[in-house]
């Protein structure tokens, strides 16, 4: 029996290498083949002999790219490439592989045993996330490569650990460099849609830094590059409404159409937070931030020239849900040490 597995419903399923042959989801396949499209596809054994250049758990989707480089495997990562025509998707690949090349976005994986080549996959997840936020204004990427940004993956914790990492995942400001356990850079991809995204929570914080750099600012102040006047009064309207909500909230005096914040106190302790957070949400419940927070979605549409919604079908529901049950538990929120773009009340 020669199974045939579709990558469409497949995409998100884990996928390990045993002795007797590839484990998908629940399955384990020693032959077969994944349809990627309708005219190319991939046989198990190349996965099984693919496996060695990146040899940790991932969806079925990252290791069919890494064998196969079919762009078609990176909609399940990047749901914007679903809706490109070819034209589009062939100016996608040129962004990616300039990237690729261009080494201005230094990229390095460490391992218990140091320094090691970074596999493809991680490398692509990384670049292939910039050039998917920035397809509408592709000019923030090239003032980003200017300033010399780089991504540290790390194989374990302990790696990460040992090098300074904190946390889930950093970014250092000074060193204008994002901290990251590898294995976070798949998490979030293993259903259909995509959930968490410390990736992207950290470049949040990294635009901030890129903004920083290109304005010679003495340290970050929340704000994104290149910013052009209607983005920043866009923004700081949206922050003011924001951050008048959180305050009722927190001096217990909800909003009387019981309207509460889109974001959690966590995203409202600093204007760094602000940013990261809100920048997370809107690629990941656009539905629920057009909806909830208007002027917020309205800063972020216009500032990378693009509407999420047209590719993302459903939200993922986690941050909302979880922040709603924070605001509606009767918890105190924490106070906000946020002060650039807004008025103090
Ligand atoms: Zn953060």
New binding site residues.
């Given amino acids: 029996m020669h199974p045939t597995l579709d990558l469409t419903t497949h995409a998100h399923m884990p996928v390990r290498l045993h002795d007797s042959g590839i484990t998908i989801g629940q399955t384990t396949y020693d032959t077969g083949t994944v349809r990627i499209t309708d005219s190319a596809s991939i046989a198990i054994s190349q996965l099984v002999a693919g496996w060695s250049m990146c040899p940790i758990r991932m969806p079925l989707a990252g290791l069919v790219f890494q064998v196969s480089k079919e762009l078609t495997s990176l909609g399940h990562f990047f749901p914007l490439i679903r809706i490109l025509d070819d034209t589009q998707r062939t100016e996608f690949r040129t962004r990616l592989n300039s990237l690729l090349q261009c080494g201005d976005i230094t990229i390095s994986y460490t391992t218990a045993t140091g320094p090691h080549t970074v596999p493809l996959i991680m490398r692509v997840l990384v670049l292939g996330q910039i050039v998917s936020c920035f397809w509408g204004r592709p000019e923030i990427i090239e003032a980003l490569r200017r300033t010399s940004p780089s991504v540290a993956l790390f194989a374990d914790r302990q790696s990460y650990e040992r090098a300074g990492g904190v946390g889930g995942g950093?970014?250092l400001p000074h060193e204008h460099r994002i901290m990251l356990e590898a294995s976070r850079l798949f998490e979030g991809f293993y259903t259909p849609i995509p959930n968490v995204s410390p990736f992207l929570?950290?470049f949040?914080?990294m635009l901030d830094g890129t903004h920083m750099r290109l304005e010679r600012l003495p340290h970050c102040y929340g704000r994104m590059p290149l910013m052009r006047a209607t983005d920043v009064s866009l923004w700081q309207k949206a922050k003011q409404c924001e951050i008048q909500c959180y305050n009722a909230w927190y001096h217990k005096r909800p909003p009387v159409n019981g309207q509460m914040p889109l974001g959690h106190p966590?995203v409202f302790q600093n204007d760094?937070?602000f940013l990261?957070?809100h920048w997370e949400m809107f690629w990941r419940n656009p539905h629920a931030m057009a909806q909830l927070t208007s002027h917020l979605f309205d800063v972020f549409c216009n500032y990378v020239n693009q509407d999420p919604r047209e590719w993302l079908s459903h939200d993922y529901t986690g941050y909302v849900e979880g922040n709603r049950a924070f605001y509606q538990s009767g918890q105190q929120p924490w106070a906000s040490a946020m002060r650039y773009d807004i008025t103090p009340d």
């Fill in positions: 950093c970014y929570h950290e949040g914080h966590y760094g937070e990261a957070g």
